[in-house]
């Protein structure tokens, strides 16, 4: 199928005018263990009962729409069901806390919730009496108990009756033909590894811009079936998720976060976005697995990777043609080995995977390539819709790169190292933050992005965010991210936050991967009461910095991480210490941690 790309506002109907019964969506009900799906006809039905439901609930051109819960069908509804009005939808994500909520809600004046499950519920109830623009809460999950006497909550159910017959049909085709691509479609509140969130403007001709140039270079189609587990709130998720729609492909909708592995050994995806640290837990699996195996296996795959490196990294990566003996070793090997890990991931037809949203370690990207799987390696941000560069599938590509530029995209780096961008992806600025968006963009109109980096043979190479560059008390730079990448592909290492700055020399945090590191205990007689005991065990930190330092032999000197402390308990998005995407807040750890950090330096 040719890309359909139309406003977002009929995007769903155009695309099933020409796929009609065809699987569009497959999915789990909340709570449910079964597999479902709808047919393009049944989504653009379901489209049309949120457009005329929202109408009868007074939704006016350009309103703000909140939606708080996990990956859902209902969530796909209601996103291009708003979309079909000129709404605008604001996503939260699931983990969001109530103060988050509660800032999101009275900046943007939303005066409709849609939730997901009882958590995002309950969190929405206990903020209502302070949001004075809130009016209801619309509940995605059947099963959620509504509190006795909430008059404000509905379930999504009760909510689409009143789309029922499609009684606005006539008025939502007049706003549908009304639409222009300078309809802001969503705010995005990042929160930010420093300071406030803020709302990033996200416009309908973003979204078209951004389609037909990532059009260009991933290669999605209809026969495609693309599991979505990163959150849709997350830029890079809806983006993608939209882009696979514009081309007809089937969407594997997982809700729950937990049993993403699960929903692929299902589903069998042949193309899923994923984030870094998805591939960091499956380089750690497979090697866990070949490490407990035989020696003969273990020789034959440690054999096998050299072999797929050589001709999928050496040759293939380098845009040159692998010799006639090589490739029929690789041919041999992937039927064999390869096969039976990616069977074992349920990736057995895969296409090709996106992968961005923090620094990839060159030894995993290395490795997911080897195994014959395609990792496209990008970077974007939300202020770009999503991707600014990424490889190309079927083309030369430099591990630790991040790909090319995608078309329209104009790069430049400032003289402080700064990537800025221009382009028709590009955010006008941020809501309600006029002085924000000013300092956001140089004179002429380039976007600020805050990211250090450099150009090479037309590839982008990042180096830190330009805000986290440490600086020692020795005066030498120091890119933590980049450290860090190094040390979480470490089967014992689950979350790492360098610290540097203003510092003698590098020290970390670290959170073990508990239960590996209790049988590495338990397998080698150290006797532990609990995670506080194990983590200060003076064997294991021994083990653990023999190994860090192997992990970092490439790194200069006054780079290498001198002292470690290991944590008895994860970084946590309660104690404000990650953003809802994960990403660790170093002020917060500095001031949680301090009295760990200083101990390190005495």
Request: net charge neutral; with cysteine.
């Amino acid at each position: 199928m040719q890309q359909v790309n139309s406003h977002l506002s009929r995007l769903v109907h155009d695309v099933a005018a020409r796929l009609g019964n065809r699987e569009a969506l497959i999915y789990k009900d909340f709570g449910s263990k079964k597999w479902k799906s709808y047919s393009w006809n049944d989504f653009s039905q379901k489209v049309k009962l949120v457009s005329n439901a929202l109408l009868n609930m007074g939704v006016q051109v350009q309103e703000n729409i909140g939606v708080f819960s996990q990956n859902s069908v209902q969530y796909l509804f209601t996103d291009f069901g708003a979309w079909g009005i000129r709404a605008v939808t604001i996503p939260f994500y699931a983990t969001s806390s109530e103060q988050q909520i509660q800032f999101m809600v009275s900046d943007a004046q939303i005066r409709f919730l849609f939730v997901g499950e009882q958590q995002q519920y309950d969190k929405a109830r206990r903020i209502f009496p302070t949001c004075h623009s809130l009016e209801r809460i619309i509940v995605f999950d059947s099963a959620v108990t509504i509190a006795e006497g909430d008059k404000s909550a509905m379930h999504f159910d009760e909510f689409l009756r009143l789309g029922e017959g499609l009684p606005r049909q006539s008025e939502v085709d007049s706003l549908t033909a009304a639409a222009t691509m300078d309809d802001i479609a969503n705010i995005l509140y990042t929160s930010g590894t420093t300071g406030d969130s803020k709302g990033v403007l996200l416009s309908c001709g973003q979204y078209h811009a951004a389609m037909e140039a990532n059009h260009q270079c991933v290669p999605v189609t209809e026969d495609d079936r693309v599991l979505n587990f990163l959150p849709f709130t997350h830029i890079f998720e809806k983006g993608w998720k939209i882009l696979c729609i514009t081309m007809g492909a089937r969407l594997i909708v997982n809700t729950n976060p937990m049993e993403v592995q699960q929903s692929m050994r299902e589903q069998h995806p042949t193309c899923m976005s994923a984030v870094p640290r998805f591939w960091e837990k499956v380089y750690m699996g497979v090697m866990e697995k070949i490490e407990a195996s035989s020696p003969v296996k273990r020789k034959l795959f440690e054999h096998a990777l050299k072999v797929g490196r050589r001709h999928n990294i050496e040759f293939l990566a380098s845009g040159k043609r692998p010799p006639l003996a090589l490739q029929l070793e690789y041919k041999a090997l992937n039927k064999t080995v390869f096969s039976l890990v990616r069977r074992e991931l349920g990736l057995e037809n895969a296409h090709f995977f996106p992968t961005a949203g923090a620094a990839v370690s060159p030894h995993v990207e290395e490795f997911v390539h080897s195994i014959g799987l395609n990792m496209i390696v990008g970077y974007g941000l939300t202020e770009s819709l999503a991707t600014v560069t990424c490889d190309h599938l079927g083309e030369a590509f430099t591990v630790g790169s991040v790909g090319q530029p995608i078309q329209g995209i104009s790069i430049r780096i400032s003289d402080e190292g700064e990537v800025l961008l221009k382009g028709p992806t590009i955010t006008r600025g941020y809501y309600r933050r006029d002085d924000l968006t000013r300092q956001s963009f140089t004179p002429d109109g380039y976007f600020r992005t805050g990211d250090s980096g450099y150009m090479k043979d037309g590839e982008l190479f990042l180096k830190d965010r330009i805000k986290d560059l440490f600086k020692t008390s020795n005066g030498k730079y120091i890119a933590p991210q980049m450290i860090e990448s190094k040390l979480l592909v470490d089967k014992y290492i689950d979350q790492v936050a360098i610290i540097a700055d203003e510092r003698k020399f590098v020290s970390a945090l670290i959170i073990p991967e508990y239960h590996l590191l209790e049988d590495y205990a338990r397998q080698h007689d150290i006797s532990f009461t609990d995670r506080r005991d194990l983590c200060q065990n003076e064997q294991i930190h021994q083990m653990l910095m023999e190994r860090i330092d192997t992990l970092q032999q490439q790194l200069a000197q006054y780079e290498q991480v001198k002292r470690f402390t290991l944590l008895p308990q994860p970084f946590s998005l309660e104690r404000g210490e990650l953003t809802n995407t994960l990403k660790i807040k170093r002020r917060v750890l500095n001031e949680n941690y301090r009295r760990e950090i200083d101990k390190m330096y005495e």
